[in-house]
Structures are given as C-alpha cells and as structure tokens.
C-alpha cells in the first residue's frame, strides 16, 4: 500500500469510508502486536505445569518423593517459562513508554515478590517443625496461589477474559490440590492447573486467528 | 455531526493509518519511531512529513529525548487527535449507516 502514499500526499483524496474503516481495522490489529499475547504466555505456563508437575508425580508415585531429576525438570521448566514471558513481553512492548509501560512494570514487580512471600512462608512453616509432606502441600498450594492471584489482576487491568478466567480456575485447583495430598496433588496441580491452562489458551489462541482472518479485507 | 465534512487532516490514507495506529494504543501511551515506521511500513521521510502535518493540527505530540546517549523521538496522540479520530470514526460510520 505504500505507493499509495505518495499519491495522498499530494492530493488525491478517494479513500471511501468502507475502505477507511477497513484501514483502521487493519492498524488496530497491526498495533496488537505491541500488547503481549495472553494465549501465548498462558500456553507456555500450561506446558511447562503439564510436564514439570507429571514429572513430579511420576517421580513420587512409589515413595511420596519426587526425585532429583524430576524437581530439576519442574525447576528448569519453571526457569524457561519466566524467561519465556519476559523476553515476549519486552520484545512485544519495546518502544513503547508511558501508561501501559509504568503498570506492566509496576505488574511484572509482583511476581518476584509474590515468589520471594512463598518462599520466606514455606522455610518459616518448615523452620516450624512441619514434615516434609505438609511443606510439600504449602509450597505447592502457596504457589499455585501466588500465580493465580497475579492472573486475576492481570485479567483485570488488561479485560483479559482469559486470564482472569485461568486465575480464578487456579486459585480453586490450588485450594482442592492441598487436599489432595503427596504425591495426588502434583497429578491435579499438572492436569487441572496446567493442562486446562494448556486446552484454554489453545482454544483462545485459536478463536482469535479465526477473527482475525474474518477481519481482514477480502 | 455526520452532515460535517470529514476532518481532511484524518482523512488521507497514510495520515489515517499514522492516527489509527496510535489511537489503537493505551491512552497516555508514546511510541518510539522506528517502532512506528515499521508498524505502518512508511519511509522515514514519509512519516515525518505526516506526523509534522499533525504535529501542526495538534493531533500529535512529539517528544525528542535521550535514552543513555542515544537520541529518541516519542509520538503520541493527544487528546484532541484521539477525539476528532472518534469523531471521524462515528462519521464514517453514519456514512455507511449505522454498519459497524
């Protein structure tokens, strides 16, 4: 379209409001590209959830404990889902300043701390004589709950259905997962936590290329 | 409303893809230019043009900064550029009558 330019820029003036409306539509979907994807980021929490939390499970099937190699796996998918979301959300939002940059800075910070609570909460619950299964279930409910939360206010400061839907889901998974007991409530936090996230971020993901295609001129 | 000419500083093609994109922005948001250019696909020369166009009917403002020693230029639409956008918006649809 850009050989059109030069001809607007000199005067000519045949753009019909159809076609007008068409451009905005285009640029509003263009623009998006600056906002993270939702669909993206849950997806990849969903993943790393679905694996990390079946390795566990897997593991602690016999014992109640999981081993060495499936919590570095949990760990390490952790680590690359973080990673993940950072780099997407920096790459998606780079050269843009002002409001929407100060809250996603201000929302980014609660992470760290949330994560920095959980921990602090299960060495003090632990340092208070609790079993290993009981620090098991905190650090896993603590968790879950930290993430959840975080989703329903991102949901809410971005009208993020989907998010806020995920968070209100995993507040509710992590509450049942605590009664689940070790080594079941790796088996629910991986299925009902991750795997919905997985099915529901697919399902987002896949509704909005579907609009998307709509959307555009024919 | 819709009996009023369209505002001709909107109604250009480059000029409206220029304002669409920045009104598809959050309010109170800047973006740096490059980032701009490459959302609208324009030459660097071409965008200037257009944005000084609503630089000059104060539908944009436009920040030059430094960010470490590197120099910067933010665009963002202010609010009387995002309300004659609105307003050309609403008349393009009164146009077409009432189809969204």
Known sequence: ?218 | MSDDALDPVIHAQARLRVVATLAALGRGDRIAFPRLQRLLDMTAGNLSTHLRRLEEAEYVSITKTYEGRTPVTYVELTGAGRLAFERYTEQLRALLGGVS
């Open chain 1, 1 to 218: 379209m850009s050989s059109d330019e030069d001809a607007v820029s000199t005067g000519r003036d045949g753009l019909d409001p159809r076609e007008a409306l068409g451009i905005i539509d285009q640029q509003r979907r263009r623009a998006a590209t600056t906002e993270p994807s939702s669909a993206l980021i849950t997806g990849a929490w969903g993943a790393a959830w679905l694996v990390g939390y079946g390795a566990l499970w897997a593991s602690a099937r016999d014992d109640g404990t999981p081993g060495v190699a499936a919590a570095a796996l949990a760990i390490g998918l952790g680590v690359v889902a973080v990673a993940a979301t950072v780099w997407h959300t920096a790459h998606r939002s780079r050269g843009i300043r002002g409001v929407s940059a100060v809250e996603g800075a201000l929302y980014g910070f609660a992470w760290p701390v949330g994560f920095t609570a959980q921990g602090l909460i299960v060495g003090g619950i632990a340092g208070a004589g609790a079993s290993p299964e009981v620090v098991a279930v905190a650090a896993n409910s603590i968790a879950a709950l930290v993430v959840a939360l975080l989703y329903v206010a991102g949901g809410a400061l971005w009208h993020e259905r989907l998010l806020y839907g995920l968070g209100v889901w995993i507040a509710l998974v992590a509450g049942a997962a605590a009664f689940a007991g070790v080594p079941c409530t790796y088996l629910v936090m991986g299925l009902a936590g991750g795997g919905v996230a997985l099915v529901a971020s697919l399902v987002v993901g896949l509704r909005a290329r579907r609009a998307a295609a709509a959307g555009a001129p024919a």
